[in-house]
């Protein structure tokens, strides 16, 4: 079992940054991989970006390279999402997950998920 909890969401002007947070609790999140997805209004969810707990590796989705940087803090339990020079089209709810093993970009294969918190960038 793991829960993921979420913070760091808010309000940012176009160009701005935004750094997210994930805290995650369970016996062997070693086994996990930690992703994040995003839900914008009347859009399904989307993959943003993912890391291993056990060997740090990433994978992301190529429209967040170069602006979104996932990393983690093993003795924290807390995984983060950089965000930078974020645009209008960036808004939405962001998604902390956890799926056992390797990642996958299917959203309904994860399972675990925190609450959710909203990003708004405004132009």
């Known amino acids: 079992q793991v829960q993921l909890v979420e913070s760091g969401g808010g309000l940012v002007q176009a160009g701005g940054s935004l750094r997210l947070s994930c805290a995650a609790s369970g016996r062997t999140l070693i086994m996990y991989t930690m992703g994040w997805f995003r839900q914008a209004p009347g859009k399904e969810r989307e993959f943003l970006t993912a890391?291993?707990?056990?060997?740090?590796?990433?994978v992301s989705a190529d429209f967040v390279k170069g602006r979104f940087t996932v990393s983690r803090d093993n003795a924290k339990n807390t995984v983060y999402l950089e965000m930078n020079s974020l645009q209008p089209e960036d808004t939405g709810v962001y998604f902390c997950?956890?799926?056992?093993?390797?990642?996958?970009?299917?959203?309904?294969?994860?399972?675990?998920w925190g609450q959710g918190t909203q990003v708004t960038v405004s132009s």
């Open positions: 890391i291993s707990w056990s060997s740090g590796s990433t």
């Open positions: 997950a956890a799926i056992r093993g390797g990642y996958n970009r299917d959203s309904t294969r994860w399972g675990y």
